[in-house]
């Protein structure tokens, strides 16, 4: 057995689903990880079969075991499997169990972590069988409840991260629950940690932990400062409501009706394509605007290269949802491009008004238009918030230092 598999040195990482291409951030922290020399067994509780996959993936050297895998056959080894766990569970200490079936009453909202609960024991006998010294869930809803009924059910330490939707949206009850049995909890944003202190209280250990990111893939194109007839700008997310697209639609229709010369990427896919497909036509941006769709780590770094100018369009939902800080947004200051985007979240804690970018009011089409209006025609100001921004991101913001933080708390 190679030392980098002892139970001394085993980290158990849950996710929900993995590999997906949307969630860069969870690959490159996975990546990060084994960079640093921690050894980690990857769960996830389903493989979400994207058509296209990045191509890092294979770069990770953890195996996979998937916690729920599709078909009639996998469903009923699934019930085989849970009652033999449970089963073995309460026989190995019963007061365990009715601790942690008792917290399962008590919980707010019993119909789903019921679910969790069962899902939590079968995992209990994969992580002793992979003789796990700690489990930590890359989310604060779902894997971190399941992680959370894991340690009940077993007593192995465990952390769990909070990002946005995940954090915003929980039950507060449950999440103060599971803050205050964890090791501790990561999050990405100062705006995260402020959150989740006033909702789990003073009993949770909150660490602030930026998502990194590599600053060796995405770099500056040096053929950027040369003349253009028409300044590119780029939009990198999910085409989700807090992502703000119906918002930069009408700003860009405002910059072209100010004669700028633009053309706008967006790269992403999601549940709002059709309506953004109809707004681009009734504001007649046809020429102005594309929609990329989903692309992989490697093309969109190669749409950072071509661009002008990054934009971050995003909004507070009604149910308090929000981005934290966008890996995209990260990405494109590696990349050194000038940045305009929305003063909310985590947003300000990474660009520096005037300085490593431009931010506006969120939800404000007027002012999301002044400044890319600012930045198209001055090229000098491009270039200037552009190379703040990529120093700013090598210096603090890097994959392999977030990494190697990471990997210190987790030993």
């Known amino acids: 057995m190679r030392a980098a598999d002892t139970p001394e040195t085993t980290v158990a990482y849950l996710t929900k689903r993995f590999p997906r291409l949307s969630e860069t951030f969870i690959l490159d922290e996975i990546l990060g990880l084994e960079d640093a ?209 119906p918002i930069l639609l009408e700003a860009l229709a405002a910059v072209a009706r100010a004669g700028r010369p633009v053309r706008c990427e967006i790269v992403g896919a999601g549940g709002l394509e059709g309506e953004l497909r109809a707004q681009i036509e009734r504001l007649g941006l046809e020429r102005v605007v594309v929609l990329r769709g989903a692309l992989t780590h490697e093309q969109v770094a190669r749409s950072y290269r071509r661009a002008d100018v990054f934009v971050q369009a995003s909004v507070v939902l009604g149910n308090g949802d929000r981005d934290g800080v966008p890996n995209s947004l990260l990405e494109a200051m590696a990349s050194g491009l000038a940045v305009v985007a929305s003063d909310v979240a985590g947003i300000p804690e990474v660009v520096t008004d005037e300085v490593t970018g431009l931010l506006v009011p969120p939800g404000d089409a007027a002012a999301l238009a002044g400044g890319l209006i600012s930045v198209v025609d001055s090229p000098a100001l491009r270039g200037r918030l552009g190379t703040a921004a990529r120093e700013h991101v090598v210096a603090e913001l890097d994959r392999r230092a977030c990494g190697r933080q990471v990997a210190e708390l987790l030993r």
Do not use: M, W
């Open 37 to 245: 020399g921690v050894s980690l067994r990857l769960y996830a509780g389903a493989d979400p079969g994207e058509p296209i996959a990045q191509p890092d993936v294979a770069r990770v050297r953890s195996p996979v075991a998937y916690l729920h895998e599709p078909g009639r056959a996998a469903a009923a080894r699934r019930f085989g499997e849970t009652v033999i766990a449970h089963l073995g569970l309460i026989v190995g200490d019963p007061r365990r169990y009715g601790r942690a079936l008792a917290h399962l009453l008590r919980h707010p909202d019993r119909r789903v972590t019921v679910f969790h609960f069962l899902t939590a024991g079968r995992l209990v006998r994969k992580l002793r069988r992979d003789r796990a010294r700690h489990l930590h869930a890359a989310f604060a809803h779902t894997p971190a409840s399941i992680a959370h009924y894991a340690h009940l059910l077993s007593g192995l330490p465990f952390s769990f991260a909070g990002h946005a939707k995940d954090l915003y949206t929980s039950n507060p009850e449950a999440l103060a629950a599971r803050a205050a049995a964890a090791e501790f909890v990561l999050v990405c944003s100062q705006s995260a940690a402020r959150e989740l202190e006033r909702r789990a209280g003073p009993d949770a250990r909150v660490v602030l932990q930026y998502h990194g990111v590599d600053s060796e893939r995405f770099t500056p194109d040096r053929d950027r400062d040369r003349p253009r007839d028409t300044v590119g700008i780029l939009a990198v997310g999910r085409l989700v409501e807090k992502k703000g697209y």
